[in-house]
T-cell receptor, first 112, second 114 residues
Framework: SQQGEEDPQALSIQEGENATMNCSYKTSINNLQWYRQNSGRGLVHLIL?????REKHSGRLRVTLDTSKKSSSLLITASRAADTASYFC????????????FGGGTRLMVKP | KAGVTQTPRYLIKTRGQQVTLSCSPISGHRSVSWYQQTPGQGLQFLFEYFSETQRNKGNFPGRFSGRQFSNSRSEMNVSTLELGDSALYLC?????????????FGPGTRLTVT
């Protein structure tokens, strides 16, 4: 079963706008990661945030983590048509090796 | 550096048959994990191998098995295929032993069971 839920399930925006996706999870985690997947292909790692971190940036990406609410958000600023993809959050756990538990994903469409 | 490769990329099998999928990790990576992706269940963890040892296993029936070789290449096998096994099977490799290390995913093998 999936660890958590992502919200919204689908998002459609215009190029240049910001996109925000949210992820909630159920149990204590060691880290939370975000991945992108283009049309049924492999996943691409975007960013990892550890449980003792609150915010992280990478280029146009900003991730926040609130462990008290068991939630995270991914913000993509100044979106581009090439950002069109599905985005997944995944949680890692202490003592669980490389096992990740994925959320259901958000399908993002960026219209040119 | 070559990425993670998976073979075959596409496969069509009949119910009751068995199938073997292969994953070659990035050179130097000792961890290989397998995931099943379906529209209904999403991405689900199958198992992880590290230095030829299975470390974690997801909630899948015993028809799903895997192994890792000394060169870190991994195979997964599904016996007695069912229609519900139709999915995209993804493998991921990692340099380290915990999830704080970045994982690199292959393009996947799309299995269709008829």
């Amino acid at each position: 079963s999936q660890q958590g839920e992502e919200d919204p399930q689908a998002l459609s925006i215009q190029e240049g706008e910001n996109a925000t996706m949210n992820c909630s999870y159920k149990t204590s985690i060691n880290n939370l990661q975000w991945y992108r997947q283009n049309s049924g292909r492999g996943l691409v790692h975007l960013i990892l945030i550890r449980s003792n971190e609150r915010e992280k940036h990478s280029g146009r990406l900003r991730v926040t983590l609130d462990t008290s609410k068991k939630s995270s958000s991914l913000l993509i600023t100044a979106s581009r048509a090439a950002d069109t993809a599905s985005y997944f959050c995944a949680t890692g756990f202490t003592g669980a090796g490389n096992m990740l538990t994925f959320g259901g994903g958000t399908r993002l469409m960026v219209k040119p | 550096k070559a990425g993670v490769t998976q073979t075959p990329r596409y496969l069509i099998k009949t119910r009751g048959q068995q199938v073997t999928l292969s994953c070659s990790p990035i050179s130097g990576h000792r961890s290989v994990s397998w995931y099943q992706q379906t529209p209904g269940q999403g991405l689900q963890f199958l198992f992880e191998y590290f230095s030829e040892t299975q470390r974690n296993k997801g909630n899948f029936p015993g028809r799903f098995s895997g192994r890792q070789f000394s060169n870190s290449r991994s195979e997964m096998n599904v016996s007695t295929l069912e229609l519900g096994d139709s999915a995209l099977y993804l493998c991921a490799s990692s340099l380290g032993a915990t999830s704080v290390y970045e994982q690199y995913f292959g393009p996947g093998t799309r299995l269709t069971v008829t």
